[in-house]
């Protein structure tokens, strides 16, 4: 799919634009091009500022398709990143840097194609399968809830020159551009909050066990973002041999609440219908028995309304499909809001790309409410067990992240192996988008210091 042929995305706030968007929704492809569309951007980043002739002259080359796992409808979105040789076949000295291709723009952006880029479609059903050379390091990319691997657009290019490196990033099972299967949730009076966490959390840690398997990784450097950095560090708990340094962006989860811990579980979703209310009693019935002694304080009606939604398992995803055409002009307005500060260009390519990654059925999303209580803390936090983690980890938080890097301080304590903590500056939650040079420069100092391997 080459990005010359790409349709432009609609304008975030045309009315005929946002109707197109919800009339498309059900083209399977949409989602694809929407992620195309962002991805294509990798082409044209030239390395170190300094271009090349053509694509065919780099050494870069990406890939994205599905990986398929085993069983029904459970298939991986994957995006890889190598070089073929080492060093680059691009000129690097002092002197090719300074008197690099004027057409070169800020970022490293050159009108030339830069890098090999191969997207495969869903539709042709070809797995993308490549195993990391014999010493070569695989950095495994996990986004949060919500989002997917286009997200990264801004960072792929760099975390590419990390040395004897090959970036593998995912589309959690159920999310993103994966497939969609049924979320099995099914808890009674005899189920203990933990047992219903554990099964949430094996739906997407599973998936990546199995797709490690396909990949023939023995050992990965981990980063997860958000919901992702909490499943990343359940991962590692369960696989500590396969995880050689875990990196947690703004990991959601670390925080312990008794409120949260106690807070009812959710109903289970109605996957034919996103938004139907549950049967009160049965929810009741169903309810694991710690969880019936939690006594919710007095609250406002945003809060009361936000709670009932959360407890009922209506996920913003579903709040969205539910509002048909209109849908689009909701994620409009928050995408415009959080990420103002994007070229037009970019707003409305992520724009899309949220939209349409969103509008699929609903799967992964109904996970949220069994591991997280309303308030985004975790039901099973992770301050303790991260006391069981057996490799070096690193924190990265954005300075102004509404995820308080004060717990990770806490938890470092009770932690017997080295560890980081970093901040982003003028970063919020979405710290790799908000400040890429200053992100993927803290990136590269982590992964490549030297206990990465030794410790």
């Not at 010359?4 to 009339?23: H, M, N, V, Y």
């Not at 010493?135 to 990264?152: D, S, T």
């Not at 939209?355 to 996970?367: F, P, V």
Request: hydrophobic share 35%; glycine share 6%; proline share 8%.
């Amino acid at each position: 799919m080459p990005a010359d042929t790409l349709p432009p995305a609609p304008e975030i706030f045309s009315r005929w634009g946002a109707l197109q968007t919800w009339w498309s929704r059900s083209n399977k492809e949409q989602a694809q091009i929407a992620e195309a569309r962002l991805l294509s951007r990798l082409q044209f980043f030239s390395f170190k500022g300094v271009a090349s002739t053509s694509a065919e002259e780099c050494s870069t080359v990406a890939r994205v398709g599905l990986v398929p796992l085993s069983g029904k409808n459970r298939h991986i979105n994957t995006l890889i990143i190598h070089q073929n040789s080492s060093p680059s076949s691009i000129h690097t000295s002092e002197a090719a840097v300074e008197s690099k291709d004027q057409e070169t723009d800020d970022q490293g952006r050159t009108p030339i194609a830069q890098t090999r880029l191969d997207i495969k479609s869903a539709a042709e059903d070809e797995s993308v399968i490549s195993p990391p050379a014999p010493g070569e390091r695989a950095i495994v990319v996990c986004h949060g809830y919500g989002a997917g691997l286009g997200f990264f657009f801004r960072n792929y290019l760099s975390l590419s020159q990390i040395p004897n490196s090959k970036v593998y990033a995912i589309d959690w099972l159920g999310m993103g551009s994966s497939s969609r299967p049924d979320f099995k949730f099914r808890h009674t009076a005899k189920s203990s909050v933990k047992q219903v966490v554990k099964d949430s959390e094996d739906f997407f840690i599973e998936g990546l066990e199995e797709w490690r398997q396909i990949q023939k990784i023995e050992k990965m450097v981990l980063v997860g973002h958000s919901l992702g950095g909490y499943l990343s560090t359940v991962y590692a708990l369960k696989y500590p041999e396969r995880v050689e340094k875990l990196v947690l962006v703004s990991p959601v989860g670390i925080p312990e609440n008794p409120e949260a811990q106690n807070a009812p579980l959710p109903a289970p979703p109605s996957q034919d219908n996103d938004t139907a209310s549950p049967d009160p009693s049965q929810t009741q019935q169903n309810a694991p028995q710690a969880s019936q002694q939690a006594n919710p304080r007095p609250s406002s009606w945003v809060r009361k309304l936000a709670m009932g939604a959360w407890e009922r398992n209506i996920t913003p995803q579903s709040i969205m499909r539910f509002t048909g055409p209109f849908g689009p002009s909701l994620v409009a307005a928050y995408t415009s809001r959080r990420f103002a500060y994007l070229e037009e260009d970019e707003l409305r390519d992520l724009n899309s790309y949220i939209y349409h990654i969103s509008s699929k059925s609903g799967s992964g999303e109904y996970a949220m409410s069994t591991i997280l209580a309303p308030g985004a803390y975790a039901r099973w936090p992770l301050m303790e067990r991260l006391r069981e983690i057996k490799m070096p980890t690193v924190f990265l938080y954005g300075e102004s992240d509404w995820m308080d890097y004060r717990a990770a301080e806490q938890a470092r304590k009770g932690m017997n192996v080295p560890t980081v903590l970093m901040r982003i500056p003028n970063a919020g939650h979405h710290l790799y988008l908000d400040n890429p040079p200053a992100f993927d420069k803290a990136i590269f100092q982590v992964i490549t210091r030297p206990w990465d391997r030794s410790a």
